[in-house]
């Protein structure tokens, strides 16, 4: 290793780089040269700088060692995203998210990774670009928190399929532009995991190197005061965030539930440990690697220990890593914070393009839901401006719904700004969709109801949510008031979700208006999460009626691969391209403006069940003055008070002439 704040020297792992041609070891080298030194800034800013040297030593050759074996197919393919680095920016890519096991096959036969195959036609004809399948690395037995409960990084569960088999359904969906996503889970493992046996049971050395590895306190001392600021992630299956280990003599830290145990990430070992587990994915063909609970990697006292400076750091190393091994793999940071937390995932200050290249858009799922539930924009159109601005090289993943239960991200302060109590307005949107309250048809679940603070989030499929479930339950039919409605309102947030630019990713069954599992609680394991009631097999019988437009599997099919293909047609929804909500002027009509070089890109959604009008100055104003609405290819009339007039749940895609 070369002296201090140089890069590298490609001498100290030529051993590793040996075999491969001299313009191999020369890439390497250039990478080193830009890449390397995001890696040693962020080792500096969470390790004392004599831990470093050796820190980065050990990952230096993690580095040449997955760059050395990597596939050549990966390896053009690092390429090829090199000289297009806005490759996922684009407003061609859908993403389409799934459990493998439920994909495919029955509850008697669950699918394999082999069996993936089998939806390829499916995923071809929405135009899917990107496939998240949910976590299928080895679990322990029993809850496993739906599969975030690792206990070994490196193998696949076996009903599942192997770590071949990720490998070659990886090569598959690469031949046919789908790029394979996978979850990483870095906060904790699973107490079964081989480091935390080791901790328990292992030799007097090991258990010495590996309690390292984790948060363990002898007496509550310490636990207690870290607790005082601590909030519960499943204060009603697993309250606290410490749990004693008799083998173990101590007290562990395990944030979500007493098997997962949290890594210790101020520990240099965990670290290289890490890098080592994302590169072994990387090699295996995984595109994207979805950080897993990243905001809590890095503990404070005083804190909510979510969110803290170190976080950004870590992610920094993680990513200036794969820029040097494996560029051609993109990060997502799995923050469900707030907005204002929510930016430095993608990148601040000295933070700018550095850490993940993707973060979930949780602020703009909760707000269309909550706009649906009131027929009111005006306290998203304040929550999303308040939202500070992304760097350009960036994106955000935007979802309706995804496999996880829904929590109202409101702040006290937006609410006031919009003339709502912040409790009061969360706790009416959980009545609304548990079904509570007066005229809701939406037939969720509550789940982890916090007695204290009252809190309470919403398990349900998007079709129980926006009433489609209980509609067609009823006997309801398309043509039917209740279920045209339904469909219009599970439409305008997929069109919302669409036009917003970075990827938007479908859950399964979404595509089709899918119920929910109303058998959930039946399956074993199950009982204790009713997150497995939008977590459903994909009904064969449903998937049968997708080209079927007399079927509401087929309306909605046909809706949502209209809004991808026309989304696909539109630079202005590169990711690049900055959305900026406008002030609202009819409190049931959200207005979200892109100004692109070909022009402005008008987006209007009426989210109310009567029609609504949108003023002909503004639309001047903005450019779009009879511009053509993408979505249905004509240049919507004025009404005769020189108004543009939306029907019930209407969205236009106004397209403008360049400037």
Not at 58 to 76: F, I, K, N, T
Not at 254 to 281: G, I, K, R
Not at 374 to 393: C, E, F, H, K, Y
Not at 413 to 430: I, M, N, Q, V, W
Request: proline share 7%; aromatic share 8%; net charge negative.
């Amino acid at each position: 290793m070369s002296g201090a704040g140089r890069v590298p020297d490609v001498a100290d792992v030529a051993d590793l780089l040996a075999d491969l041609s001299a313009d191999r070891r020369e890439l390497f080298a250039l990478r080193l040269e830009r890449w390397w030194p995001d890696v040693r800034d962020g080792l500096l800013a969470v390790h004392a700088p004599e831990d470093v040297a050796a820190l980065e030593r050990r990952l230096l050759r993690s580095a040449a060692r997955a760059y050395a074996e990597r596939d050549p197919e990966l390896h053009r393919l690092d390429l090829a995203r090199t000289l297009a680095p806005d490759w996922f920016q684009r407003p061609g890519m859908l993403g389409y998210a799934a459990y493998t096991d439920r994909l495919t096959g029955t509850a008697d036969a669950p699918g394999t990774l082999a069996d993936v195959r089998e939806r390829l036609p499916l995923l071809a004809e929405l135009g899917v670009t990107y496939l998240h399948l949910m976590p299928l690395l080895l679990p322990r037995e029993g809850d496993s928190d739906g599969g975030y409960a690792v206990a070994d990084y490196r193998r696949v569960r076996p009903d599942l399929g192997t770590t071949q088999d990720v490998r070659a359904l990886a090569a598959d969906l690469r031949s046919r532009g789908i790029s394979l996503v996978l979850d990483v889970v870095l906060n904790h493992v699973a107490r079964e995991h081989p480091w935390a046996r080791a901790a328990r049971t292992g030799s007097p050395e090991e258990r010495a190197r590996y309690r390292a590895y984790f948060h363990v306190f002898d007496d509550r001392g310490v636990p207690d005061a870290y607790e005082r600021t601590l909030p519960e992630v499943f204060p009603g299956t697993a309250p606290g965030s410490f749990t004693w280990d008799d083998e173990l003599s101590g007290w562990v830290w395990t944030t979500f539930n007493a098997f997962q145990w949290d890594l210790d990430w101020s520990c240099p070992d965990v670290l290289a440990e890490m890098v080592d587990v994302v590169l072994h994915l990387a090699g295996l063909g995984v595109e994207v690697l979805r950080l897993d609970a990243v905001a809590f990697l890095w503990k404070r006292m005083g804190t909510a220990c979510q969110n803290q400076p170190e976080v950004h750091a870590l992610t920094q190393v993680l990513r200036g890593v794969t820029r040097v091994a494996c560029p051609g793999v993109l990060l997502k940071a799995e923050a469900i914070v707030a907005p204002t937390d929510l930016v430095h995932y993608l990148g601040t200050g000295r933070h700018v393009g550095r850490v993940s290249d993707l973060a979930y858009h949780n602020s703009l799922m909760v707000q269309v839901w909550s706009m649906l539930a009131t027929g009111d924009v005006r306290l998203a159109s304040r929550a999303l401006q308040a939202i500070p601005p992304v760097p350009a090289s960036t994106s955000w993943i935007t979802y309706v719904r995804c496999h996880d239960d829904v929590g109202w991200a409101v702040s006290d302060e937006d609410a006031a700004a919009a003339g709502l109590g912040g409790y009061a307005h969360r706790s009416f949107l959980s009545d609304w969709y548990s079904g509570a309250f007066p005229g809701s048809s939406a037939t969720g679940l509550v789940f982890q109801a916090d007695p204290a603070t009252g809190d309470r989030r919403i398990s349900g499929s998007t079709a129980a949510l926006v009433g489609l479930e209980a509609a067609v339950a009823r006997g309801g039919r398309l043509g039917q008031e209740d279920v045209d409605l339904a469909v219009g309102r599970l439409l305008l947030a997929h069109a919302l979700v669409m036009a917003w630019g970075g990827i938007p990713v479908l859950w399964t069954g979404d595509e089709l208006g899918h119920p929910g599992d109303d058998g959930w609680a039946a399956e074993p394991g199950h009982e204790a999460d009713n997150r497995w009631v939008h977590r459903p097999r994909m009904s064969a019988e449903l998937l049968e009626q997708r080209h079927d437009p007399s079927t509401v599997p087929g309306a909605v099919f046909a809706g949502v691969r209209h809004l991808a293909r026309t989304r696909a047609s539109l630079p202005h929804l590169h990711a690049a391209v900055a959305a900026q909500v406008l002030d609202p002027g009819d409190p049931g009509v959200l207005a979200v403006l892109r100004r692109h070089p070909e022009g402005p890109l008008l987006v209007l959604a009426n989210v109310t069940e009567g029609w609504r009008p949108f003023p002909a100055e503004r639309l001047a104003a903005h450019g779009v003055a009879g511009a053509l609405d993408a979505l249905s290819g004509r240049v919507p009339p004025l009404g005769g008070d020189g108004q543009l007039w939306l029907s019930p749940y209407e969205v236009v895609w106004l397209v403008g002439d360049q400037p």
